[in-house]
């Protein structure tokens, strides 16, 4: 995997071109997100850590590369969302994240999925509820990832993924548990599961329509791959989908 720092953009207009797929990472602030990148990406100062909460209100923009011996290299950008929740009780989109991340939550074409962090130990609250929800309207899957899981003993282990799923209203199977930490979850280059292989689905090449079509397709030789690009439905069975 490759990993590299883009750009931050403090508006819209300062969005990278859209040549390639996107995956929003969201979640209260503090819960993990920049050390899931790091931990991920295998680079510790990739995206900063923080103690005190960032209040910027910043897209960040990350180009990421999954190697795969068989299905290839995908590539696809990883945007770092500024953390919510500082606001008692933000009940719109818009009061979490203000009027430019809500625009491109709603209106990026290259928006694949939104990944939704929630801490093991804090669990659910009402601004996750409302972000899925709101990505579920703008028909936008949403791949629930629980961080923090070293803090969790192994009875929590298996309580905390169908908690978070009952509050969002998804399937617990479909809740990657993560640490950062201790590197649980992450997936690895060429191996099944894990944030790696959600990643690779959610970002898979789309079929073109047929009057899109460039030159005659051949037939595929991978089952692998076959089965990752004609399985969209399986991100739209998510919270939210
Ligand atoms: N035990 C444990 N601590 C973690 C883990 N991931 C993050 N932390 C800690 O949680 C705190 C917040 O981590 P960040 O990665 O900065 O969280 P963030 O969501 O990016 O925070 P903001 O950018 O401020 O919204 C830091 O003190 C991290 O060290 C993990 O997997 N296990
Ligand atoms: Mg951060």
């Keep these: 995997m490759s990993a590299e720092f883009e750009l931050s953009a403090p508006e819209l207009r300062a969005c990278p071109a859209g040549d390639r797929p996107e995956i929003a990472v969201a979640g209260r602030s503090n819960v993990g997100k920049s050390s899931l990148l790091n931990a991920f990406a295998s680079r510790r100062g990739l995206a900063r850590v923080s103690r005190t909460p960032g209040r910027t209100r910043l897209l960040n923009f990350f180009t990421i590369t999954l190697r ?3 299905r290839g290299d995908r590539s696809f ?3 770092d969302l500024p953390g919510y929740g500082y606001a008692a009780a933000a009940r719109s989109v818009r009061q979490q994240f203000g009027p430019m991340i809500e625009g491109y939550l709603a209106g990026r074409d290259v928006l694949r999925g939104l990944v939704l962090l929630i801490d093991s130990r804090r669990g659910v609250r009402e601004e996750d509820v409302e972000l899925v929800h ?14 923090k899981a070293d803090k969790l003993s192994k009875g929590e282990r298996g309580l905390v993924p169908r908690t978070i799923a009952e509050q969002l209203g ?16 992450l997936g690895d280059d060429g191996r099944r599961g894990g944030l790696a292989a959600e990643l690779a689905a959610l970002v898979a090449p789309r079929e073109p329509a047929r009057d899109e079509e460039e030159s005659p397709r051949e037939p595929a030789r991978d089952d ?18």
């Design 134 to 147: 709101f990505m579920g309207a703008h028909g936008v899957p949403t791949l629930v990832v629980a961080t």
């Design 170 to 185: 998804c399937h617990s199977g479909d809740i990657v548990l993560t640490s950062a930490l201790a590197g649980d979850g």
């Design 224 to 241: 692998n791959e076959t089965a990752l690009a004609a399985e969209p439905p399986e991100a739209e069975r998510r919270a939210g989908g």
């Design 77 to 79: 950008r990883w945007v």
């Design 68 to 70: 795969h011996p068989k």
